[in-house]
Nanobody
Framework: QVQLVESGGGLVQAGESLTLSCVAS????????MAWYRQAPGKQRELVAT???????NYAASVKGRFTVSRDIAKNTVYLQMASLKPDDTSVYYC????????????WGQGTQVTVSS
């Protein structure tokens, strides 16, 4: 089992920045990918960004150029730096931890709310 705890959410105004953190603990397997997803009310959960253990990243088109995902291997922590936030970014953000090469499944955090006011 892997436990994930997100933090850093909050209420910000459009154009401002926010950084989310997610700490993984438990049975951390070496070959893994960490990811951020988000889910707005009434919408499906969508992928925001992924980062492999080796540091390869991928982003959703809607956040590319504004969000940056990074990780600290030693601290089992993944970060999501969000800049130029828009009201459309308002969602619950979830951290995901899964085996390398998997495109779904894995472990989930409880989520952290990000609200962007206009």
């Amino acid at each position: 089992q892997v436990q994930l705890v997100e933090s850093g959410g909050g209420l910000v105004q459009a154009g401002e920045s926010l950084t989310l953190s997610c700490v993984a603990s438990g049975n951390i397997f070496r070959d893994n990918t960490m990811a951020w997803y988000r889910q707005a009310p009434g919408k499906q959960r969508e992928l925001v960004a992924t980062i492999t253990r080796g540091g390869t990243t991928n982003y959703a088109a809607s956040v590319k150029g504004r969000f940056t995902v990074s990780r600290d291997i030693a601290k089992n922590t993944v970060y999501l730096q969000m800049a130029s936030l828009k009201p459309d970014d308002t969602s619950v953000y979830y951290c995901n931890f899964r085996r390398s090469g998997a495109i779904s499944g894995g472990y989930w955090g409880q989520g952290t709310q990000v609200t962007v006011s206009s």
